[in-house]
């Protein structure tokens, strides 16, 4: 295992040490991927392993089915809110990032027309909170009702996002907008020419924080779809898989009860997604995109 | 809150003697100049304001007498202080109040400290891949929503979740942590500790980056242990840090977060879950009170505001350098 160069004056750790160390690393490594795992195997486990186990299945070996997925996409209210979910986080995410780019480019230059006040209205939502109810009528109000835009809008724009790429833009050498400037390139090109290109690591974590919170949000969908069969994913699981209660048949389809093994894939779904995308994103975090840009 | 108003180039200029090279320029030029940045800052103005700030002002009816059907925010009466009076006298808002402040008294204890010594722990691994490899692994259930943390829970501590069926299988009796309100103070905490201590970790793991390393290397010649100069320099060096996040959840004591409460509030009972969230939710939304569920909501808002401002100020005192400053 390559290892970090132990500097001449460190002492040697004891082995007491390294054994409590050792320990306390797989301890945490495991509370978080057990359950996972676990999981994991009941999703691929048949129904008959299920009932034998009398529940979670820990020991593999009893085979592996998709069974659990096929009868989870059989039915049409699980099929439709994967949908659904990927429709509003693909949507949201683009709209939320675009938004906030061009917005955060617009709010790195102090001393533009304008600039405080776009500046403190940004700048007051991380301590000034509308409330929900306030939200809630007027989103109401305006018509929003039983349409996926109340879900994307009131989220749209994160104001921690907003901050943490005009830190990053703001730290991008003054010299190369001059000159692009004298090139005679307005800011539109300026910021698709030399902003975006440099910036493509911290506009990445900020892409995942979007999608994300699309991708779990189910209490925006809760307040304002009246129709069940709107819903996304994310709500779904919280009615069929917390509450264990029985989904809304849209289709007059008569489903069977869930089984532990269904559930356990409605809950693989809801992961995968962050599986898949979060190791092209987590690299981004050790370089410290983030924290660079909070303490700016 | 008001908004705050362009300041004409005369006062600007005035405001910032010391770094103004040139005089601003008229703001005719100004405009003429920066109009594609108005331009781009439309879509995120249009959304923030839109619902952000326009919601933020209907907090009016926390003052009204609302009737949704009949009135709407523009016909509806006004009522003064009458819902905060009713708010202050009922007991389930009291113990919403007492919950919530319960609980972040708890987590400051018992939630706080575990970023800090994960982020020590991790920091302390000689291994460049084991570390990034346990970094990955504690980063990714932040990314998971609590509808899935709380899923995970009830599969491993539930009634019928895996620990109650080892239990069972070995002749004992099982438990349900996830419906015994006595308990639930742990549950959430140890909920919070798996789902977000790990990405918490980052900020401290930043910290401890920046100490200089010839510090460390003076001090071990000089004949300092590894315990003393965790004392001496580890903890010293991400002491800002610490104070900044200790002041930063002061100031939020009065949020301990929405979903995960209302996710449970139905198994546990409202007795145990109820926070100043879940019972604007309730007292509002549930019972179509509009104006009474504002008022909580509302009050919570205001109380929460001076002490984000108050928290600011004593990190100042400190000689901290707070969240934000006035520059």
């Known amino acids: 295992m390559s290892s970090r160069n132990r500097p001449a004056w460190e002492e040697k750790p004891s082995a007491a040490g390294l054994a409590a160390k050792g320990a306390s690393i797989a301890v945490i490594a495991l509370l978080i991927l057990f359950p996972l795992y676990t999981i994991a195997l009941t999703s691929l486990s048949s129904g008959e392993t299920v009932n034998r186990v009398g529940g979670l299945v820990v020991w593999p070996g009893d085979g592996i089915t998709f069974n659990a997925y096929e009868q989870m996409f059989r039915n049409p209210v699980v099929l439709r809110s994967l949908v659904v979910s990927l429709g509003i986080t693909a949507v949201g995410t683009v709209i939320s990032v675009v938004v906030s780019i061009l917005g955060a480019y617009s709010l790195s230059r102090p001393g533009s027309f304008g600039h405080k006040t776009i500046l403190f209205s940004v700048l007051l939502m991380f301590v000034i909170f509308p409330g929900l109810i306030p939200v809630y009528l007027w989103v109401s109000a305006i018509g929003l009702r039983d349409n996926y835009l109340a879900i994307i809008l009131p989220m749209a724009v994160s104001a921690f996002n907003v901050v943490v790429l005009r830190a990053f833009f703001m730290s991008i050498p003054q010299e190369l907008f001059d000159s692009a400037r004298i090139d005679g390139a307005g800011e539109f090109r300026v910021l698709w020419q030399i902003v975006t290109p440099l910036s493509k690591a911290v506009i990445a974590v900020v892409t995942l924080f979007y999608a994300v919170a699309y991708w779990n949000n189910w209490f925006n969908a809760f307040l304002y779809l009246d129709d069940s069969g709107k819903w996304p994913l994310a709500l779904v699981l919280r009615t069929y898989v917390v509450e264990s209660a029985p989904l809304p048949q849209a289709s007059g389809l008569q489903d069977a009860p869930p089984t532990l093994a269904v559930k356990m894939a409605i809950v693989m779904i809801a992961i995968i997604p962050a599986l898949i995308i979060y190791p092209f994103v987590q690299k981004h975090f050790k370089k410290g995109v983030i924290i660079g840009a909070v303490k700016g | ?327």
Do not use: C
């Not at chain 2, 007795?271 to 009170?289: C, H, K, L, N, P």
């Open chain 2, 1 to 327: 809150m008001s908004a705050p108003t362009i300041e004409s180039p005369a006062r600007k200029a005035g405001d910032t003697p010391k770094r103004t090279v040139k005089p601003k320029a008229h703001w005719r030029e100004r405009l003429r100049r920066d109009w594609p940045l108005l331009l781009m800052a439309a879509p995120m103005m249009i959304l923030v304001w839109g619902f952000w700030w326009i919601p933020t002002l209907g907090n009016v009816v926390a003052f009204q007498d609302y009737k949704p059907f009949t009135g709407g925010i523009l016909g509806s009466r006004l009522v003064g202080f009458t819902h905060f009076q009713v708010l202050f006298s009922d007991p389930e808002f009291t113990r919403a109040m007492l919950n919530t402040l319960g609980i972040t008294a708890f987590q400051l204890v018992f939630y706080f400290p575990v970023p800090i010594a994960l982020a020590l722990l991790m920091h302390s691994i000689a291994s460049e891949r084991l570390r990034s490899m346990l970094q990955s692994v504690v980063y990714l259930p932040y990314f998971f929503s609590w509808v899935l943390v709380i899923a995970i829970f009830q599969q491993m501590l539930g009634g019928a979740g895996l620990l109650s069926q080892i239990l069972r299988a070995n002749g004992f009796d099982g438990v349900d942590w996830m419906t015994d309100p006595d308990t639930f103070i742990l549950l959430v905490t140890s909920q919070a500790i798996w789902k977000e201590a790990g990405f918490g970790a980052i900020i401290f793991l930043a910290a401890l980056a920046a100490i200089d390393p010839n510090q460390y290397e003076a001090a071990a010649v000089d004949g300092a242990g590894r315990w003393r100069r965790l004392w001496h320099i580890t903890l010293p060096g991400i002491r800002p840090v610490i104070v900044l996040l200790l002041i930063l959840r002061l100031g939020d004591a009065l949020n301990v977060g929405f979903e995960q409460f209302f996710l449970q509030r139905s198994a546990v009972g409202s007795q145990a879950s109820e926070v100043f969230d879940t019972f604007v939710y309730y007292s509002g939304i549930r019972t179509g009170d509009f104006d009474y569920g504002a008022a909580a909501g509302l009050f919570k808002g205001v109380v929460g505001l001076v002490l984000i401002l108050a928290a600011n100020k004593f990190a100042h005192m400190l000689g901290e350098r707070g969240v934000y400053s006035k520059s």
